[in-house]
């Protein structure tokens, strides 16, 4: 009787930790689909990334260059609502010690930023050219809401039972104050990654509207980008994926109890195999996302452009005060 009780005991046991781990992924998966439906609120996140590189036959001053970029931070605040196509995004930039500021606006049909240093703003008309032509076809993006979606499907498909993981209930201080939330983590491999990156790029090569936006606007404003074409460049990017190990990667998500996600932290580490000189030998990216003022209505502070106050986007460069490169020239 003694041994059936315990057979009995440890059946009871494997059927509860099963059915925790199936809640945990289904919990996750509603709380992921319930978030992608928020039109309104404030996202604020922080970033950072550090390289290293292969220096072999390198000079000591193209070394020096180079770790300007072996530490990149960064930040953003946003406040947004779908609806009525507003939005404010500001963001912060540090690498090599120099920080700079963007500020994005966009107010239905009128975008524009305040540039960085000579903080004057631009009109970008190109882009009240791209949100005019979309009217009527929803929200203007840069890829397809189909592709948005697949990706996402793929992603919540990817995860299996066993790599999920529900936490404890806990209370997360946010911006909107203290909140009860669930915590949620979930590991993948270095295979479960690779497979989910290649399947984007498999999706946006087919992506229309990722194809025009990239050569209306991407291709032609971006030097190094003007001899390659989106196919090339995604191609690279595919053939690239072989070359790394993801040696580690993490996310954990923090859902609040109106079932949305209110806080995800995400980190990955991989390493390049055989990495060319002057290339990155590995990697590793940290990024902390907060979400508030969930569905609530926004106010938005545009500020009034003025002759005094704005620079055309070709006369941008004949306004700064010097080149940006300079900065990254100057001596000790």
Do not use: H
């Not at 315990?6 to 809640?23: G, H, Q, V």
């Not at 999920?164 to 295979?191: C, Q, S």
């Amino acid at each position: 009787m003694k041994k059936l009780m315990i057979a009995i005991l440890a059946l009871m046991l494997a059927a509860a930790l099963t059915s925790c781990s199936f809640d945990s992924l289904e919990g996750y998966k509603k709380a992921a689909e319930k978030t992608e439906q928020i039109k309104k609120g404030r996202t604020e996140g922080e970033f950072s990334l550090v390289m290293d590189f292969n220096t072999t036959g390198m000079t000591e001053e193209q070394i020096k260059e180079l770790n300007y970029f072996k530490s990149i931070k960064g930040s953003f605040n946003v406040a947004y609502d779908d609806e009525l196509e507003k939005g404010i995004f500001r963001y912060y930039l540090s690498l090599g010690g120099l920080g700079f500021d963007l500020d994005l606006f966009v107010n239905g049909e009128e975008i524009f930023m305040k540039l960085p240093v000579i903080g004057k703003y631009t009109r970008l008309s190109e882009m009240k050219e791209y949100m005019a032509d979309k009217q009527g076809e929803g929200k203007s993006e840069v890829i397809s809401k189909e592709t948005q979606d697949a990706i996402n499907e793929k992603w919540l498909g990817l995860l299996k039972r066993e790599d999920v993981f529900k936490g404890k209930d806990m209370v997360l201080t946010t911006p909107d104050g203290e909140v009860k939330a669930t915590e949620y983590t979930i590991r993948l491999n270095d295979e479960q990654i690779k497979s989910l990156a290649e399947y984007c790029i498999d999706v946006l090569s087919k992506d229309k509207k990722l194809e025009e936006s990239y050569e209306k606007y991407i291709r032609k404003n971006v030097e190094v980008l003007k001899d390659t074409p989106l196919e090339k460049l995604l191609s690279d990017m595919k053939e690239n994926i072989k070359k790394y190990t993801v040696e580690s990667f993490g996310y954990t998500a923090y859902v609040d109890i109106d079932g949305f996600i209110v806080n995800e932290k995400v980190g990955i580490t991989l390493k390049v195999d055989n990495a060319e000189p002057a290339s990155v030998t590995g990697f590793s990216y940290e990024l902390d996302i907060k979400n508030w003022d969930i569905n609530k209505d926004q106010e938005f502070d545009f500020p009034a452009l003025t002759d005094e106050n704005t620079v055309d986007t070709e006369n941008m460069e004949q306004n700064m005060p010097f080149k940006i490169e300079v900065l990254f020239n100057k001596k000790d």
